[in-house]
């Protein structure tokens, strides 16, 4: 697979395209190389891996990161929550179906690299809406495998159905759409791709917000979106993603798979990033199609590459991790935080490389509500900023980690029960990326019980290994015993948490 070269060449402002696109743009210049880069924020969900163990299960001995708590993040999507509870006023109800009554009005965005084609609903021209999707290329070919699935996830729910229940849902959908279409004031022509984006689960409260958002995309024909969309499936995108994807980036619905979409994807392949990774890279970060590859992605991975400092051969792993990073202010959030790091710890320019590359979330989280005060709290426990810097710099997920939920419980658990002192942290960061419930008091607890805990500070290297190398080196036991040791211990704690509220 080959790796995108990259070098730095003159860019100008002509270079950039003016266009709009989801959540906030901007732009900068770097004044030595000129490196353009154009960027926005994302949702910043991380890409995690499926973490299993040999059994199977699910339950990780490592902490996971949080959930964006402490993100710096001006995207404007909405969780299902907070859908449910939206409403329209009446005064807004009033303007929509104003804007309704001469018709579609065609929005002014401009994407480079993404034609659409678009034109206003007019009658009798209902196939010939959107994208033209007649031409032949091989792409067109590889389309026809997930095409017939797609045709019939839409023909299973058609009002013409011999099934009694596919009737039933078919008329429920028509009800729904009959409701939305005198909220909004939409055309009946809107129908089939109503009907077409209902079978991903989309309620109405999702179809309000995505009107507001970006009208345009009702005028894509069905034929289309389904051409689009099954393109992101064959790629890896998982369909109950698809909602997600559409809500945070409903212009996607506008790109053509082969002038935007797959030239988007071919860039992230050219990149070294796996094939059985794309999908996910997409549903993190669905907007970076509206940015243009030439102008504004190609930009960010050398900047990345030779402002920054990471090393060809980590990149993939880091886009992997953190796919925002091609489409965040790069320049801007690297210089802020190298700044910062520098000042506050005495940080060289190697450790925070370092930092970015093991976690390169680093980039997304905010100074004041995220890095400091965890910084801080290392000092509260006696660390030195010369141990701190150690630790951050081979466990850099600890800028992610909850405060009241995780750090401080762990320390807790550190000198309260382990007996251990503040500085074996410096010898074992590993402790403070490991999960309180599912590793270190599984296993504490579990010597205790065989009565083969040390005495004095309990010593750290036990929790590091695999849990068939604990069993075999520190406990003497079978794997089994031990995992039904830590399920009924599991059981218990939650029973205990249960019963406090």
């Known amino acids: 697979m080959a790796v995108l070269s990259v070098g730095i060449g003159p860019f100008s402002p002509s270079h950039f395209d003016g266009r709009r696109a989801a959540g906030r743009r901007n732009c900068s210049f770097s004044t030595q190389n000129r490196i353009f880069v154009v960027s926005s924020h994302s949702n910043p969900k991380i890409v995690k891996s499926n973490r299993k163990s040999r059994h199977g299960r699910v ?3 490592y902490d996971s990161d949080d959930d964006g708590r402490f993100v710096d993040d001006d995207d404007e999507y909405c969780s299902d929550d907070e859908l449910a509870a939206i409403k329209i006023s009446k005064a807004d109800r009033q303007r929509l179906k104003s804007k309704n009554s001469t018709g579609f009005i065609q929005g002014n965005h401009r994407h480079t690299e993404s034609t659409w084609n678009s034109e206003p609903f007019k009658s009798g021209n209902q196939g010939k809406m959107g994208i033209k999707t007649g031409e032949s290329t091989p792409e067109k070919r590889k389309i026809g495998t997930f095409h017939h699935a797609t045709s019939r996830s839409t023909g299973s729910s058609s009002l013409h159905s011999d099934d009694k229940g596919e009737e039933e849902e078919g008329s429920c959908v028509k009800e729904r759409f009959s409701r939305l279409s005198e909220e909004l004031g939409l ?3 809107c129908f089939p791709l109503f009907n ?24 894509i024909n069905v034929t289309s979106a389904q051409e689009r969309l099954g393109y992101l499936l064959s790629i890896g995108v998982k369909h109950k993603d698809i909602r997600k994807i559409i809500l945070r980036q409903p212009q996607i619905l506008e790109y053509t798979v082969e002038s935007n979409l797959k030239y988007h994807v071919d860039f992230l392949t050219s990149l070294g ?3 059985s990774k794309i999908g996910r890279i997409v549903t993190a970060t669905p907007s970076l199609f509206s940015y243009s590859v030439e102008n504004s992605l190609k930009p960010t991975v050398r900047y990345l590459l030779e402002e920054v400092g990471i090393k060809k051969n980590e990149l993939s792993k880091i886009l992997q991790l953190s796919p925002q990073i091609l489409v965040q202010r790069i320049d801007s959030t690297w210089t802020t935080r190298f700044n910062f790091l520098t000042k506050e710890l005495g940080a060289p320019r190697d450790s925070i490389v370092k930092m970015v590359t093991k976690h390169p979330q680093l980039l997304h989280y905010s100074i004041e509500g995220g890095l400091l005060p965890r910084i801080n709290f290392l000092r509260s426990i006696g660390m030195r900023d010369s141990d701190i810097l150690k630790v951050l710099t081979s466990i850099t997920q600890v800028f992610s980690l909850s405060l009241e939920g995780n750090l401080k419980p762990k320390y807790m658990y550190l000198v309260n029960e382990l007996k251990n002192e503040v500085h074996s942290l410096t010898k074992y960061p590993t402790y403070l990326s490991l999960s309180l419930d599912q590793r270190i008091r599984p296993r504490h607890r579990f010597l205790i019980s065989l009565k083969k805990a040390p005495k004095g500070p309990f010593p750290l290297s036990s929790l590091v290994p695999t849990d068939e190398c604990f069993c075999q080196q520190w406990a003497g036991t079978t794997l089994e015993t031990y995992l039904n ?4 211990l599991l059981l218990k704690e939650f029973a205990k948490k249960y019963e406090k509220r």
Do not use: A, N, V
């Open 59 to 61: 339950l990780s001995p």
């Open 196 to 219: 077409y984006l209902s079978t991903f689960g989309f309620k109405d409260s999702h179809f309000i917000q995505m009107y507001e958002r970006h009208m345009p995309f009702l005028q």
């Open 485 to 488: 040791f830590r399920q009924r």
């Open 187 to 189: 055309d009946e022509r």
């Open 273 to 275: 990033i796996p094939d």
